[in-house]
């Protein structure tokens, strides 16, 4: 069982025994990010839900059974989406081993990336809106690259071989990058 130490949010914590497999390595750091907000836009979509079976129940189909079937369907389609697109990013959690970076997103940590750390080339912290990636979610824009963004705020930063970056929103992403930076290979020329 891990200590006490290793279930905070944001704090490196120590490494496994050696040995270890790195599915069940401690995690060097973890951390994570919640919204809030999210969870209004998840009200709305069980709302939907709801209207979509009350229709379907009490609403005889009276202006014809095209109407109220796409009436039903839509209201359902909308509630789903909203639930689904919401819960699964009403938070983020990162973690830190020494092979590998992991996100996972919402309550079942879907969708979920792992970024091995012989993929990464560099870290670094920097402010995070989510106006600049169109909106909440997983994005990917072709000139900033892919994006895991639940609130505004402070955001890790991976630069990846061959020119591709990766970006999560999390809490105290300066210490992520201090984490990272010391398990990667010295770059030439940093001092």
């Not at 189909?61 to 697109?85: E, N, P, R, S």
């Not at 819960?87 to 970076?101: P, S, T, Y």
């Not at 990058?177 to 398990?183: A, C, F, I, K």
Request: aromatic share 6%; charged share 20%; hydrophobic share 45%.
């Amino acid at each position: 069982m891990e200590d006490a130490e290793s279930d905070r949010e944001g704090v490196p914590t120590g490494a496994s025994a050696s040995g270890a497999a790195a599915s069940s390595e401690r995690p060097l750091w973890t951390g994570s990010a919640h919204n809030g907000h999210q969870w209004l836009l998840a009200l709305v979509g069980a709302a939907c839900l709801a209207l979509g079976v009350l229709v379907a129940v009490t609403v005889p189909d009276t202006d014809g059974l095209a109407a109220w079937v796409m009436t039903v369907a839509g209201c359902l389609a909308i509630g789903m989406l909203l639930l689904a697109g919401t819960l699964a990013f009403v938070h983020v959690r990162v973690k830190i081993d020494r092979d590998a970076l992991e996100v996972r997103c919402g309550h079942m940590g879907l969708p979920r990336r792992r970024i091995p750390l012989t993929e990464v080339v560099d870290a670094s912290y920097q402010p995070c809106t989510p106006m600049h990636w169109g909106g909440w979610g997983y994005r990917y824009r072709q000139s900033h690259g892919a994006a895991v963004v639940v609130r505004k705020g402070p955001a890790l930063v991976l630069e990846l071989g061959g020119g591709r970056r990766f970006t999560v929103t999390v809490d105290d992403a300066e210490a992520a990058v201090t984490v990272l930076r010391s398990l990667l290979p010295a770059r030439p020329g940093a001092v």
